[in-house]
């Protein structure tokens, strides 16, 4: 069981978040922790508490004299929350060697509602993730994004580099590297609609009545092939489906303001490694707007077969994690 800590705000605590376990469940559907894992709240400036799912790695201390692996930081897209990592990718990461923290954004899983009817902005929801890096990690991290989570550390990402050296440290920490999963690309999700509008109008359909309706909630069909692989078992595509249900308690974003701000600011004298992936087959986004994200950080993304949209949740979420790691082991050569 982790630790219940108390701490009062003093200057020279500015640096240890409080962090409580017992409070009262947001998720009508709870999601269990797997052993290993812990569940605690890190508090942010506002006061507000963002819930963040913690599995150390399992891996014995390496010779002292190694380089230290960084860890790994998990940020989730619409409809989801930390738990949707928990699944398979926390375990098997720290399995690898690699402390690693999902957060669940404000208005989602057991994190905290701001005041309102949204969660946050790309600008908010970035400073949430760079305050937790900033009073917890001491080594920089990776981070791992999925759809709108990636869109999320695109902003980071632009910001960090775009900052005057003295503020970059303070507002939005270094990173290693950072590895965008199915992610929306950096001109948004509206390139994405008007494509399928035109080439796929019954996917198009299907996809804005799945999402924007929020039909995957009450359509066990629906809901797979907009998230998942046709061979998902029934009782699996529905045990995530409830919790897809609990984990929005609002809109990560107002759609129309966020569209409205892109596409992210490019980035200038960039040194952080970024790897681009995608699933072959995503039901959300497509190949474009992968292949547009490729070439707004200049490189070739990586398509992994025989997955869908929620890579770190499908039947082969291994192909996906190893892809990762043999990237992450390399970062270290």
């Not at 299907?206 to 309706?213: D, E, I, N, P």
């Not at 909630?217 to 409830?242: G, H, I, K, P, W």
């Not at 499908?314 to 992450?328: H, T, V």
């Amino acid at each position: 069981m982790a630790v219940v800590l108390t701490i009062q705000h003093t200057p020279k605590l500015t640096l240890q978040p409080s962090a409580v376990l017992d409070k009262p469940k947001k998720m009508r559907v709870p999601y269990v922790l797997k052993q290993g894992q812990s569940r605690i709240f890190h508090q942010l400036p506002s006061g507000l508490n963002m819930e963040v799912i913690v599995q150390k790695s399992s891996v014995k201390d390496k010779d002292p004299e190694e380089k230290k692996d960084p860890p790994l930081v998990f940020v989730h897209g619409s409809y989801h929350a930390a738990w949707c990592w928990a699944e398979h990718w926390l375990p098997f990461f720290s399995n690898s060697g690699f402390d690693c923290y999902a957060f669940s954004l404000l208005g989602q899983g057991e994190s905290d509602a701001p005041s309102g009817t949204i969660a946050g902005s790309l600008q908010t929801h970035a400073g949430d993730v760079a305050d937790f890096i900033q009073r917890n990690l001491k080594l920089p991290p990776v981070l791992i994004g999925h759809s709108f989570g990636g869109l999320i550390i695109q902003y980071y990402l632009a910001h960090m580099r775009n900052l005057p050296c003295s503020e970059m440290e303070t507002l939005y920490p270094e990173l290693t590297g950072a590895v965008l999963v199915c992610s929306v690309p950096p001109s948004g999700n509206s390139g994405l609609v008007w494509r399928y509008l035109f080439s796929k109008p019954v996917a198009a359909f299907k996809v804005t009545r799945s999402l924007a309706a929020k039909a995957f909630q009450t359509s066990l069909s629906l809901c797979r092939e907009t998230f998942f692989s046709a061979t998902m078992e029934d009782n699996l595509v529905l045990r995530y489906q409830e919790l897809m249900k609990e984990s929005s308690r609002m809109p990560l974003f107002d759609l129309r303001k966020l569209n409205a701000s892109l596409p992210v600011p490019k980035m200038t004298n960039c040194s952080t490694e970024i790897l681009v992936l995608g699933a072959k087959d995503d039901f959300i986004v497509d190949a474009e707007g992968l292949n547009e994200t490729g070439r707004f950080y200049d490189m070739s993304p990586i398509c992994i077969e025989g997955v869908a949209h929620d890579m770190m949740l499908d039947c082969s979420w291994e192909k996906g994690a190893n892809f990762i790691l043999s990237w992450l082991n390399g970062l270290s050569r």
